[in-house]
Each structure stands twice: as structure tokens, then as C-alpha cells.
């Protein structure tokens, strides 16, 4: 298990590097994002990155269904030209990041994505996602280019949450640029 990093760590902003070969240390990158990612509480998330664990490598491992799935040098081959914010126009999926713990907000996606990868045991493989599984892995995606979702809030103007734990809700942040210096 390796510690989540968080902002402003510069590993956040680098673009990772291809996986050339599985190599034994490889592996162990792999085993400890899973690892990481089973432990990570308080918040909990869906997915991982290897630059959220320091490693700038091109992988990430996604947890839905209780399932974990791994992507190493995942390519986006194609994506629907239709992007959606998710869930309803009055309630959208607000995403949250481990790196950006209780900071969420909403952001346009692809509403489908087809993405090329190799498993943890260097299985090609290729996935048609939709919904929620695309906006999932088009934000891990995004991590190994350096990208952060917070980066859509300023470009796009659009609305940042903070989440209020005590209460168990969500507080919209008037000047996401105030909170928002990396």
C-alpha cells in the first residue's frame, strides 16, 4: 500500500510514461494500486491512478460492482461526440477525486467511450463503456495526461462542492478559483 497523494504534488501534473514490458517491480506497482485502492477509506473511492500513488507510468485499476479491473497503457480509441454531465440536468454526477479529497463537482463527458488496454497479466483488451463506467475511466484517463477534474471547473465555469461531513451535504463554493491553485 502507498500513500494517496494529493494536490499540489507535481507527480499530479506529469504525463505518464508507457508500461514496455511487465517486469516483476511492474507487478508490484500493480499489486500495491490495488492495494491502495481496497484501503483507501474516509473517502472511499471507484478508481486509481498509478500518478495518485506516485508512479508515472500509464495504469489505472477501477472498483465498481465489487470488481476490480485493471488498465495498463489504456488508449481512448473512440468516444461518443455526445457528452453528458451524467445523472439527471438538475442533479448531476459530481465527480471526487482521492488526490482531491471532499472537493466534487460536475463535469461534461463522453456519454460512451470504447478504450483499448492490457490487463495486470498482459491480456489486450478492448471495452465499449457507457454512463457512469465511461466518466469513470475517462477521468482516470485524464490522470495519467496530468489532468484533474477541477481543471474542467475553471475551463468550463462550472460549479465546485465542498463536502460538509458533519452534515452530510454538499456547500457550492462561490469562487472555485480561490480554492482551486494548482
Avoid at 73 to 91: C, V, W
Amino acid at each position: 500500500m502507498q500513500p494517496i497523494l494529493s494536490v499540489p504534488h507535481q507527480t499530479l501534473r506529469q504525463k505518464s510514461t508507457s508500461i514496455e514490458k511487465l517486469t516483476p517491480d511492474i507487478q508490484a506497482k500493480i499489486l500495491d494500486l490495488i492495494d491502495t485502492m481496497q484501503n483507501a477509506h474516509n473517502p472511499e473511492g471507484v478508481g486509481l491512478s498509478f500518478p495518485q500513488i506516485g508512479y508515472t507510468i500509464r495504469g489505472f485499476v477501477t472498483y465498481l460492482d465489487k470488481r476490480m479491473k485493471v488498465y495498463l497503457n489504456p488508449m481512448i480509441l473512440d468516444q461518443s461526440e455526445e457528452k453528458t454531465l451524467g445523472g439527471t440536468p438538475e442533479r448531476p454526477t459530481l465527480e471526487g477525486c482521492l488526490s482531491i479529497p471532499w472537493l466534487y463537482g460536475p463535469v461534461w463527458r463522453p456519454k460512451k467511450i470504447k478504450i483499448q488496454a492490457m490487463d495486470e497479466h498482459g491480456v489486450e483488451f478492448v471495452k465499449t463503456l457507457s454512463s457512469f463506467p465511461a466518466r469513470l475511466a475517462m477521468h482516470e484517463y485524464d490522470h495519467l495526461e496530468g489532468v484533474l477534474f477541477t481543471d474542467y471547473t475553471i475551463k468550463e465555469n462550472l460549479p465546485l462542492y465542498l463536502l460538509n461531513q458533519e452534515q452530510d451535504k454538499f456547500v457550492q463554493i462561490e469562487d472555485p478559483a480561490t480554492v482551486i491553485k494548482w
